[in-house]
Nanobody, 125 residues
Framework: HVQLVESGGGSVQTGGSLRLSCSVSGYTYRTYCMGWFRQAPGKGREGVAAIVSDGSTTYADSLKGRFTISQDNAKTTLYLQMNSLKPEDTAMYYC????????????????????WGQGTQVTVS
């Protein structure tokens, strides 16, 4: 039973930083794609960053240079380092995972992922 649990959200002032974590359990697949998504109030869910099992990463164009996705060596925790935060980064942040091989064009397609966490709130003021 795969379980994803996010943590690390909170309130921060403009220009500040946060590091989100996603603890992964029950995942035994050798190949994977994992991603961070976010959903602001009144808006749809959007892809933020993704990483696949070969280590390659993808970022939303608008977030390049401020956000960094990474994982620990044991592949049990996914991270999202967020710097220079802006009020428009305020959202619920979710991590997601799939064991499927994912085309790079689909890493920010929600339907790609079959495992989701419950989300962690980030508020920037």
């Amino acid at each position: 039973h795969v379980q994803l649990v996010e943590s690390g959200g909170g309130s921060v002032q403009t220009g500040g930083s946060l590091r989100l974590s996603c603890s992964v359990s029950g995942y035994t697949y050798r190949t994977y794609c994992m991603g961070w998504f976010r959903q602001a109030p009144g808006k749809g869910r959007e892809g933020v960053a993704a990483i696949v099992s070969d280590g390659s990463t993808t970022y939303a164009d608008s977030l390049k240079g401020r956000f960094t996705i990474s994982q620990d060596n044991a592949k049990t925790t996914l991270y999202l380092q967020m710097n220079s935060l802006k009020p428009e980064d305020t959202a619920m942040y979710y991590c997601a995972a799939t064991e499927r091989t994912v085309l790079s064009a689909l890493v920010f397609d929600e339907t790609t992922y079959n495992y989701w966490g419950q989300g962690t709130q980030v508020t920037v003021s």
